[in-house]
């Protein structure tokens, strides 16, 4: 959709919004209406099987394209050093007359 010339529709937009929110809305509606604390630990135990799967096909495509993947702690040399750099960062002084 980047590299297209042509810009989305207003209608198309509106249609992915209601697709991706949706859901979202009328769980939500359910969920303050009715409450299962099983249902919450399938619903749960789904999400986390989701995220997993995400992360071993963002493992296997670094894989196969030879980049260093993150440490099994979940963070890289380098972003250790760029969240270091910017915890450590302050704004410049003012200039006082």
Known sequence: MSGESERPSWGFLALMGLIGGGPTFVGTVIGQAWVSEALGVVFFALAA?????????????????????????????????????????????????
């Open 49 to 97: 099987g989701s995220i997993l799967y995400v992360v071993i096909q963002l493992l296997e495509v670094c894989r196969r394209h030879a980049m260093p993947s993150s440490s099994p702690g979940g963070s890289s040399p380098g972003s250790f050093s760029v969240s270091q750099q910017i915890s450590s960062w302050s704004p410049p002084e003012p200039d006082l007359p």
